[in-house]
Every structure is written in C-alpha cells, then in structure tokens.
C-alpha cells in the first residue's frame, strides 16, 4: 500500500486544532491542489473563500451550531457552488445561459464539481499532517452566510472546512461493510438481505461507541439514522437555491 | 512537496486506457479509500455499482454519447447518491424519515457526500499510476441507467468513473488563475474586475489550445461555455430526481 492510500485510509475528522495557523504556502497548496480536481466538461463552478476574520469566524461558528472548532483552527475555508463567472460569461458572450444555468442538470454538476475540489483540499492537507473536519453546519442558515461574506447570485455556501494542526485524534469509525455499498453489475435491492446487513453494522457500530476512548455510549448506526431522519431540517435551503437562481427550471 | 500533493498536482482525465483489468485488490482499496471520505453526520448517503458486464457497459457508452473510453478500461464504476437504505431504516426503526429524505437539504447532502467519495476513489486510482475520467455522460437519460442498473428508489446515478492504465496521457489544462476562484472574507463580485480576469484567462486558454500536442483548436474559456451554456440539457433530470423521491419538498 502507498503512501497516498495510507493518508486516504488513515482519514478522520479533527475537531479540535492548536492554535498554530497555516501557511500562505500551505494554503496556496490546498487550494492549487483543490483546482485540480476533475470539472465537469471543464465548468469549473466553484469558489472557495478563506475566512479569517475573526467576526466574521465567530458568527459562522454561531450559525454552525456553537462549533468552537469553527473559531479555533488554523484556517477556515467556505466552500460554494459558483456559476456567477458563468452568467458574467453570458453578458460577455451575449449568450443566453440563464436557462440553462437555472436547471437541476446545472445545480448537480455545480455540487459535485465543488464536492471534488474540496476532497482534493482535504488529501492534500492531510498529506501535510494537518487534520480537518467538513462544517455542514452552515447551511442551518445559508441566507446568513450569504450576507456575511457578501456573496452575489448564483453563489451557495455548500459547507466549511476546518483544517488545522490536530490537538487531538480520536478513532476510526468503522464504515458500512464494502460489499453493502459496492454491487457489482446489479444494484441488489433486496430489502431483507440489507435489513440483515444492517443489523450486523449495528452490532459493529454498537461495540466502537461501546469501546472507544472518550464520548461512550450505547447507540447504533442505524438508531441513530432513525433519529435523525425524522426531524426534517434546513427547509430553507429549496428557497435558497431559488433565490440564488438555482433549481428555478420548471 | 510530498508525494500525495504530486499526485493531486500532476491529474488530468484520461480517455485512452490499456486493456489491462484492474486487480480485485485494487478494486478494493479504491472503494476502501472511497469510503473513509467524510460523510455527512456518518449518513454514508452513496452506492458504487462496478460494472464489468459488457452489453452493459456498452449500453452506458451509448448513453453517455458514445464515449469509447466507457467501454474500454481497467474498470468502470457508476457512483450513485443513494438515501434507499435509509428508508429501510425508516421501516426497521418506525421512524418516519420520508419528509426528511425529500427535502432539498438531503439532496445536497447525499450529492456531497457521494463526490467526496468518488474523489477518494480517483485519488487512491492515480496514486497506483492508473488513469482517470469522470463520466456525467450517464446524466443523458438517468432513467435509462437506472432501468439498466436495476436502482430502486432513493438511488440517483450521478456519473460514471472509468479507470485503467493509462494508454495516452494529455497535457494539463490550466485552471482560472488562484486569485479568481479564492477570496478572503468577502466574494469579490464585481462584474468589471472578473471580467479583466476571465480575458487575461482566455489568453491563457487560447494559447494552452493552440500549442497543445494532439487537437489544436482555436477557442477560448469563455467562448467554450457560451457556447455550452446557451443549450440547456438533462431537462429531464428534475424529473428524474423526484421520481426517486428527491427534492419533493414544498
């Protein structure tokens, strides 16, 4: 196994960094490597913005869900869908892209592009020894992460991303088994076999909260999907997009 | 530099692959290293369905128009957002998860996490000295994949992923200069500077196409997407997603 493998399989999320802060040529890396991702036929529909300013931190970490690790990191990046440089092309090109701009199709493929970017921006901070954790909780209010970074149309706040020198590395938490998510040829829909698939992760995922070395508890993964699922949350977000000029297809 | 950001430095699509399989341990740590990406509150919201079955893949080329490179490759895999086990947590668990797996939140989260992962795999891919090419292609008729895959509901297949030995590797593409795409604490939206950037870039551009080895043309990025973006494409695709109970939200 190579080195490249062993930092993929050796990933988990850091959620509390030393005060030490990255860079300009860590930076520089993170994000050079991040534009290097595959885009799709070549779009290139993201921006990411770094945000240092520690008010402007602070708010994020409010929005998040009181994340000190928001705060405290060596550097913080906003991640965002992108396809305003794109309507600034139609102006230019006296094209008419809005409609296609405003299709799920585009939506999609602004997601994943800035989904890919990101990853990249993750392997390689990795590689340097710094730790990271993706900050979903900024889309608990993307209208607000809007105005505080003063982010124009067609622009989505996706998620953050954390990355520092990690303080403190906690386990692994073991995945879904390989053959549950990889089918071969056939999707194998069978809702009994999975059920039992499941039930085996449960004891699998049982035994880790069990066992590990802080934060124990009694749960299982798929008690604490039920949980979670049935309290439906950010219903904002289908307005967002919308206002922002997403998903507006009919 | 290290060895990991070399690899991430050093990618670019490759559309011309021996026809040398890939190994069951490579497939293996490719979908290990896919799967130890993060996931959104541990949702592992994704399926990777590996297709070796040549009338099917030969299907999947047709879809994605004709793209010999789906055909012939060391393996190829459709990568799928998929929230279908967590209905069948719904059922295990009695929750009602429903109205949440329809929200639009959900449908970022499980798009998100798939591309992290799909990521994961092309890194761990190129980091064995395989070659890489992303597929959107599959998004020309999602039904017709998911008629050919056999995907039940709550499953989207987003893009494919060929992998192989690389038989003709191209050159790299410059990306937008790092200053477009990364901003600090504010999104520099105004229209005039982009558009200075997005000209010095289409220099760029002009000359990476007429200088380049194989396929010389003479183009720009911004004459690129305007063309692209003055047709809309996958109408269907919104259709699509809420036929698999995706974005039904009000």
Same mark, same amino acid.
């Given at each position: 196994?190579?080195?490249?493998?062993?930092?993929?399989?050796?990933?988990?999320? @850091? $959620?509390?960094?030393?005060?030490? +802060?990255?860079? *300009?040529?860590?930076?520089?890396?993170? @994000?050079?490597?991040?534009?290097?991702? %595959?885009?799709?036929?070549? &779009?290139?529909?993201? %921006?990411?913005?770094?945000?240092? !300013?520690?008010?402007?931190?602070?708010?994020?970490?409010?929005?998040?869900?009181?994340?000190?690790?928001?705060?405290?990191?060596?550097?913080?990046?906003?991640? /965002?869908? *992108? =396809?305003?440089?794109?309507? =600034? &092309?139609?102006?230019?090109?006296?094209?008419?892209?809005?409609? +296609?701009?405003?299709? *799920?199709?585009?939506?999609?493929?602004?997601?994943? *592009?800035?989904? =890919?970017?990101?990853?990249?921006?993750?392997?390689?901070?990795? %590689?340097?020894?710094?730790?990271? /954790? #993706? &900050?979903?909780?900024?889309?608990?209010?993307?209208?607000? @992460?809007?105005?505080?970074?003063?982010?124009?149309?067609?622009?989505?706040? =996706?998620?953050?991303?954390? &990355?520092? @020198?990690?303080?403190?590395?906690?386990?692994?938490?073991?995945?879904?088994?390989?053959?549950?998510?990889?089918?071969?040829? +056939? #999707?194998?829909? !069978?809702?009994?076999?999975?059920?039992?698939?499941? !039930?085996?992760?449960?004891?699998?995922?049982? !035994? #880790?909260?069990?066992?590990?070395?802080?934060?124990?508890?009694?749960?299982?993964?798929?008690?604490?999907?039920?949980?979670?699922?049935?309290?439906? +949350? $950010?219903?904002?977000?289908?307005?967002?997009?919308?206002?922002?000029?997403? %998903?507006?297809?009919?």
């Amino acid at each position: 196994m190579n080195q490249v493998i062993e930092t993929l399989l050796n990933h988990r999320s @850091v $959620r509390s960094f030393t005060d030490e +802060t990255l860079t *300009d040529e860590q930076i520089r890396l993170i @994000v050079e490597s991040a534009q290097r991702a %595959s885009t799709s036929s070549f &779009i290139q529909a993201y %921006s990411i913005i770094g945000v240092t !300013d520690p008010e402007k931190k602070a708010r994020l970490a409010e929005i998040a869900g009181n994340q000190q690790y928001v705060i405290d990191n060596g550097h913080f990046f906003v991640f /965002c869908a *992108d =396809l305003y440089r794109h309507e =600034l &092309i139609g102006e230019l090109r006296e094209a008419e892209v809005n409609a +296609t701009l405003e299709t *799920d199709e585009k939506l999609l493929v602004a997601v994943i *592009d800035v989904a =890919l970017a990101s990853q990249n921006a993750v392997v390689a901070a990795e %590689s340097m020894g710094l730790g990271i /954790c #993706y &900050i979903g909780g900024i889309r608990n209010d993307m209208f607000a @992460v809007k105005e505080l970074l003063g982010l124009p149309e067609r622009v989505l706040p =996706l998620f953050g991303l954390a &990355i520092g @020198v990690p303080e403190h590395v906690e386990g692994q938490k073991p995945r879904l088994p390989l053959e549950h998510i990889y089918h071969e040829n +056939t #999707y194998v829909a !069978d809702a009994e076999q999975l059920k039992q698939e499941l !039930d085996a992760y449960d004891a699998t995922i049982h !035994d #880790y909260y069990a066992a590990r070395g802080s934060n124990q508890r009694s749960d299982t993964w798929t008690g604490q999907m039920g949980r979670m699922l049935s309290k439906p +949350t $950010r219903l904002d977000v289908k307005d967002f997009l919308k206002t922002q000029g997403y %998903s507006k297809q009919n």
